[in-house]
């Protein structure tokens, strides 16, 4: 009897431990890049029994440094391959690789346009959103040109490059241009089981500057366009998902300087109304907010006087409402997506019996639904300055 | 014998003559000269015998019962022979012989245990004063005759308080190696024992172990009546009984039960009782001996009593309903039953503000938790599980590691026992070179080990915190079994990762659910929902205002901290 | 009074506490798909409505038990049923607990296998669990009570508290439509929540235990309350789920519950993979449910064949449950089918058998009392 626990004991010592890696004998993957196999090292592949050579994988690895020596030298390196399927590309890449390549701590992929051209996000992501390694929050991007250059860049203040990309999108909720609150890999799956459209970041890199602006727009999961600045900005008012946005107008009487209100607060809310058969939507925004930058002369226009306050006010309230009705322009009539099935989930949240009735035909019935405004502005402070 | 003989007649053996010529024992002057020698050695075995006989007839001269190595005469020469004869090569044993009454008296005592003075002041004075009296008085007076008792001595001549008239041999011979003086007197069959016992000893000094910031600082010392008079300065309460018992059966060091009559668990004093009743050994060195026989468990690595050197630690024990048990020789006494709440708590946490007592208390748990699974959290953390830190901190765990060759399971286990063996080493060290090791114990383990690479910084980080963790445990013995399960739980989590760590958690704690001292459970009364009242002086400590009453798990007699309803407290 | 030795008599509010240390398990993590897939929004209502139910259920035990005082149903179901009918009940009785146990024994054992390591065989964590469980399932009854105490304040207060930390992620409307527009499947819906609320038919082997002096009023005032516990909770999780994950992601995952966790940023805070904190607390809750349904497996076989400790039972079972979670871990199929005779044995057992052996217990006490008339 006890020499059979000594034996039980024994097996599980000895035999144990399948999991155990050290820490240094991982190699961190910083980064992900996905870009078209146009251009490849041929010594970046592998023999295919099945497929062609559609994508090159690139991950952006650490380097441990022993510290200290080596201002030039960056900490992280790229490796890539070419394939079809992504598990099997980053197998083979261990090829390439001194230590196991480990990805829990990836924080961004970036994926180039013209993949998406061809195929949709859905398949691109799906290695990603089955593997147990794999992070929920990892960003997405996507990016016009190659992901790999993005990789290989180097932020000027030598963090590890994927976690200064990953870091970016951090602030979007400063930044009205950025939008980022459901574009990180869970909202992307939770979209795509929802079939809903998607949206995406987007980067740009040109020399030694990375930004980070603009949108992509999926239907459902295939590219279709990118979007400009201000159209994010509208989507963001109609989201309800900023914290704090700049509105620039130009001076009510004196139009060729600027105006700029910083938005603090504001109290959103994305309705639909069924009457008989029609349907709309109404958007009732009310914010609150300081005025952040008054290129004018306040000689001329006095920012404390109450009268011209309401006056901006207003005019702040129709650059709102300006934007929200351009970006869904943009989106109803030129791109007819709706996106992140907006619409339809505030119908089915709130009109369930319409929405038995239209859900087939909602793609068609949408770019034809009005949407109806209304902007409330306070200021609430001038600031330290009149 | 001739050679040959009737028992190898049946061989047939044509060539051989002579039976020597193969078997050299069986020749003739061999079995000659084994003979002569056989003869010798009867005849000293029989003179050994007559010897032995007439020993024993010297000492049974009189018929004694079986367990007594002797009974009294009212011939001093004879006891004294006797004596003497016990007391063999006992060169420290003085037999002091004087006259008293006109007879030959005797005085025996250890040198070294008894006080002089007094023996002679009150003893041998007064007995001789009695003879001189006798021959300075005219013959006209009465002559003092020899009172026909000890009592009577005792009563009437002796001095000395601490007298006892003693019958038996055994009970007499006890007496002189416990440090009493035993009289004799020639004429009477009985002895008397007079206790001056005056040894050397130690003072009364600081406890060594439990140090306390703001509150009495007197420990126990070896001496069983020093250490039960500490308990009796503080509480004037008539219901605290002592019961003196022997322990041991060649050494009959003496033991002292202590409990408060009508306070203590009812059964709990008889069962101690019994358990000591069973212990059959020659001797008990020290408490922790003690403590073996009298637990429920000891294959378990948890205290089942709770040891203290401080008076006012067992005071406290006894008014729960505890009992406490104190051995002649040893500082330390054991209270029973202890659970773990006793174990986590110190004095001190009454002597500082409440909700200050309750956040140290709390904390120490969370040292408890950190002293056994800090390092195993650490190895299965980097080893197992590293997508649990945070990207910046894991990247710069892994820089750090970088150097280090061996794996994390095997820094730990290096760390460990370097920690043990400076643990080992600082305990026996003589202390002049305390300060000589110290600083090369800093060195190794801190600096210079990790300037070697042999192992990271966090893993120096890591062993230090828990070293110090096991060290605030206020019960030393506790703190050793928290330190002993470093190892298992280390073993497990390079195993199986976290899932260890949480599997070995769940078999400590059904392990310490499943402890008992005395019939009380280890862990039961900390979240057991009926007595859930008890918190307020386990988890936390809540002010003396509203500690009413006793804590429930003790099961004292009277649950309220008041005393009798009569306002008496004598019974 | 004094907690002396063995523990043979527990108050009412300690029976609640081993009940929901019994009923609320593995099934937390396992369980939410099947139920969201079958009824989408209304989810939460089939809960509440289950908790009725399976309330009711127990009610019906607590007065079977009444009838009996000082017996288990092993004792007095020979009595009720014949022999026969005796065995068939008692074996069915132990038949409930020994599928719970295998099912999720293998459902643990796959989950931290794939989530917790990687290439563990499931085999290792089953085998190491099954080792624990059985050395507490070994002891007493008294230590059995106290650590399910303990478990219930520590192991809960972490579970929840970590699962609270989702609300951040919480958008309230993947919640409407609130109100289902069948109401048919909803009442369906709540017996096929019988897997969370499985567990608590140990009310007809502990009932002797509780103080004789605890009136039936009180007894069922804290069962109600226990089940009002457990309906919460069950209620927390399943909102969470449908609120941070729509029901068409929560259709597509395997364990909801992980994924919920999984995107939870903590502001602020260094805390990554909370996913693996939740299956850190988890694991003693789960713990907590094997080790006493071991104990009640091993209580049953002990009295039914008269012996006079439960150890070597459960000895005894410990290969038979390994063999059966192996069986379970390698084909899907077969443990769905397990799991649907689960399903159908609880609610058989709660609904078929204990009202019936409380009506032939009233008939039998009123052919007593017409024959002593």
């Not at chain 1, 004196?254 to 700029?260: A, L, N």
């Not at chain 3, 035990?61 to 009720?80: I, K, N, S």
């Not at chain 3, 068409?248 to 940023?265: D, T, W």
Request: with cysteine; aromatic share 10%; net charge neutral.
């Amino acid at each position: 009897m006890i020499s059979g626990v000594i034996l039980i004991c024994l097996a599980i010592l000895t035999a144990g431990c399948w999991d155990r890696r050290e820490l240094q004998e991982r190699n961190f993957v910083l980064a992900v890049g996905i870009d078209m196999a146009d251009v490849y090292n041929p010594i970046e592949t592998f023999t295919q029994p099945h497929g062609s050579k559609r994508y090159r994988l690139s991950l952006q690895i650490l380097n441990l440094g022993t510290g200290g020596d080596g201002k030039d030298k960056s900490n992280t390196y790229v490796l890539s391959n070419t394939g079809e399927s992504f598990f099997e590309m980053v197998r083979d890449m261990l090829g390439q690789s001194s230590k196991s390549l480990w990805f829990e701590h990836v924080q961004v992929i970036i994926i180039s346009e013209a993949v998406l051209r061809q195929t949709g996000l859905g398949e691109l992501l799906d290695f990603f959103k089955r593997d147990s390694e794999m992070r929920s929050r990892m960003h997405v991007y996507v990016t016009s040109g190659e992901a790999r250059p993005l990789l290989e860049y180097i932020p000027p203040n030598k963090e590890p490059g994927g976690i200064y990309l990953s870091n970016i999108i951090d602030l979007h909720a400063k930044n009205i241009h950025v939008a980022g609150k459901r574009t990180d890999l869970a909202s992307i799956i939770r979209y795509l089981d929802n079939d809903s459209n998607l949206v995406v970041s987007r980067i740009e890199m040109a020399g030694k500057v990375v930004k980070l602006g603009g949108l992509a727009i999926f239907k459902k999961d295939r590219f279709m366009g990118y979007v400009d600045e201000d159209t994010v900005a509208g989507i963001k008012y109609m989201f309800a998902s900023e914290k704090s946005a700049i509105v620039t107008i130009p001076c009510p009487d004196h139009v060729d300087h600027q105006v700029i209100f910083e938005l603090f607060r504001h109290d959103t809310r994305l309705r639909p109304h069924v009457e008989g058969d029609t349907i709309y939507f109404t958007l009732d925004i009310n914010m609150y907010g300081n005025i952040g930058e008054f290129q004018g002369d306040t000689a001329l226009d006095n920012t404390m006087d109450p009268r011209y306050v309401h006056k901006l006010e207003n005019a702040f309230a129709d650059e709102i409402r300006r934007t929200v009705l351009y970006s869904d322009r943009i989106l109803q009539k030129e791109m007819k997506v709706d996106i992140l099935n907006l619409f339809a989930a505030k119908l089915k949240a709130y009109e369930p019996n319409t929405w038995e009735k239209v859900k087939d035909q909602w793609d068609e019935i949408y770019p034809d639904i009005p949407l109806v405004i209304s902007v409330n502005v306070w200021i609430q402070n001038i600031g330290s300055h009149k | 014998m001739g050679e040959g003989g009737s028992f190898v007649a049946k061989v047939k053996c044509p060539t051989c003559k002579r039976l020597s010529a193969d078997m050299p024992e069986a020749s003739l002057a061999q079995a000659k000269k084994e003979l002569t020698s056989l003869r010798k050695l009867t005849v000293q075995s029989a003179r050994l015998g007559e010897k032995i006989g007439q020993v024993i007839a010297q000492l049974r001269q009189v018929n004694a019962p079986a367990d007594e190595p002797f009974i009294f005469t009212t011939v001093l020469a004879d006891n004294e022979k006797l004596l003497r004869v016990v007391f063999g090569d006992c060169g420290d044993m003085e037999f002091r012989t004087f006259n008293a009454f006109g007879k030959r008296a005797l005085l025996i005592y250890l040198g070294g245990m008894s006080d002089t003075v007094n023996l002679e002041t009150n003893i041998m004075k007064p007995l001789m004063t009695q003879t001189s009296s006798i021959n300075s008085q005219s013959k006209a007076q009465k002559s003092q005759v020899l009172p026909g008792n000890m009592q009577t001595i005792a009563e009437t001549i002796l001095g000395a308080v601490a007298v006892n008239v003693v019958g038996k041999a055994s009970v007499a011979i006890e007496a002189i190696m416990i440090g009493s003086a035993l009289l004799l007197i020639d004429g009477l069959a009985e002895g008397l024992s007079i206790s001056a016992a005056h040894f050397v000893k130690r003072d009364i000094s600081e406890a060594d172990n439990e140090h306390v910031l703001r509150g009495p600082n007197e420990s126990f010392n070896e001496v069983l009546i020093d250490n039960i008079v500490l308990l009796r300065r503080r509480t004037h309460d008539a219901n605290v009984k002592v019961k003196i018992l022997k322990i041991g059966d060649r050494s009959k060091a003496s033991l002292a039960l202590l409990y408060v009559a009508n306070l203590v668990k009812p059964g709990l004093l008889e069962e101690v009782e019994r358990r000591l009743s069973v212990i059959h050994v020659d001797k008990i060195l020290g408490m922790a001996g003690l403590e073996e026989f009298l637990i429920d468990h000891p294959w378990s690595p948890f205290p089942q009593t709770q040891t203290t050197e401080r008076p006012d630690k067992v005071l406290a024990g006894l008014y729960e309903g505890r009992v406490a048990i104190i051995l002649d020789g040893t500082p330390v006494a054991s209270i029973v039953p202890c659970t773990y709440n006793i174990s986590m708590q110190t004095s001190d946490d009454y002597n500082i503000q409440p909700v200050i007592a309750s956040s140290i208390r709390l904390m120490r748990g969370i040292a408890a938790f950190v002293a056994v699974y800090l390092p195993a959290i650490y190895v299965a953390i980097t080893s197992y599980h590293p997508g649990m830190l945070p990207t910046p901190m894991a990247i710069s765990v892994a820089e750090l590691r970088a150097r280090s060759p061996f794996p994390s399971f095997m820094e730990a286990v290096i760390m460990e026992i370097l920690l043990e063996v400076f643990q080992e080493a600082v305990v026996r060290l003589p202390k002049k070179i305390a300060g000589a090791a110290s600083m090369i114990g800093a060195l190794v383990i801190g600096t210079t080990i990790v300037q070697a690479g042999l192992i990271n910084p966090l893993l120096v980080v890591v062993i230090a915190t828990t070293a110090l963790a096991s060290y605030s445990m206020p019960s030393y013995t506790f703190s050793m079994a928290l330190r002993w399960l470093r190892i298992p739980m280390l073993v497990l989590s390079a195993i199986l990762g976290l899932y260890g760590v949480i599997l070995g958690l769940l078999v400590i704690t059904v392990h310490l659910c499943s402890l008992r001292s005395f019939g009380e459970s280890y862990l039961g009364g900390m979240f057991n929902v009926d007595l859930l009242s008890d918190w307020k002086d386990s988890l936390l400590r809540v002010p003396a205002k509203l500690l009413k009453e006793r804590p429930k798990e003790f099961g004292a007699q009277d649950q309220t901290r008041i005393g009798d309803r009569n306002g008496q407290s004598g019974s | 009074m004094a907690n002396l030795e063995a523990k043979t008599y527990m108050s009412p509010l300690q029976l609640g506490i081993v009940v929901i240390g019994t009923c609320v398990g593995a099934q937390v993590m396992l369980s939410p798909r099947a139920l969201i897939t079958a009824l989408e929004q209304a989810a939460w209502l089939s809960i509440i409505i289950g908790g009725v139910i399976f309330y009711s259920a127990t009610y019906l035990m607590l007065t079977l038990g009444r009838q009996y005082p000082e017996e288990t149903l092993v004792e007095y179901a020979p009595r009720l049923f014949g022999r026969l009918g005796g065995t068939v009940v008692v074996v069915w009785f132990n038949l409930l607990f020994f599928l719970q146990l295998i099912i999720i024994f293998s459902g643990v054992g796959k989950i931290i296998t794939f989530y917790m390591f990687d290439r563990t065989p499931p085999e290792v964590v089953i085998m190491a669990l099954l080792i624990v469980c059985t050395y507490c399932a070994l002891q007493d009854w008294g230590t059995i009570l106290r650590v399910q105490q303990i478990l219930f304040f520590m192991a809960y207060g972490m579970l929840t508290m970590i699962w609270m930390t989702s609300i951040l992620n919480f958008q309230p409307e993947n919640m409407l439509p609130l109100w289902p527009i069948k109401i048919k499947t909803v009442i369906n819906g709540g017996f096929l929540t019988w897997p969370f609320y499985s567990g608590y038919e140990c009310v007809l082997l502990l009932l002797p235990l509780v103080y004789r002096k605890a009136s039936f009023a009180k007894l069922a005032k804290i069962m109600g309350g226990a089940f009002g516990c457990m309906t919460l909770f069950f209620l927390m999780i399943i909102i969470i789920i449908i609120g941070v994950l729509t029901v068409e992601n929560a259709k597509s995952v395997p364990y909801p519950v992980l994924i919920v966790i999984r995107s939870v940023e903590l502001p602020g805070t260094f805390i990554e993979r909370l996913e693996n904190y939740l299956l850190l607390a988890w694991i003693p809750v789960v713990f907590g449910t094997l080790s006493t349904t071991m104990f009640y497996m091993g209580q049953v076989c002990m009295r039914q064949y008269r012996y006079a400790d439960h150890r070597p039972w459960v000895l005894v079972l410990v290969p038979i449950i390994y063999m059966g979670s192996i069986l379970l871990l390698d084909d899907q199929q077969v443990y769905d089918t397990v799991s649907k005779c689960a399903l159908w044995t609880g609610l058989g057992f709660s609904f078929g058998v204990v009202p019936l052996s409380l009506m032939l217990s009233w008939w039998h006490k009123r052919k007593a009392v017409a024959r002593c008339g």
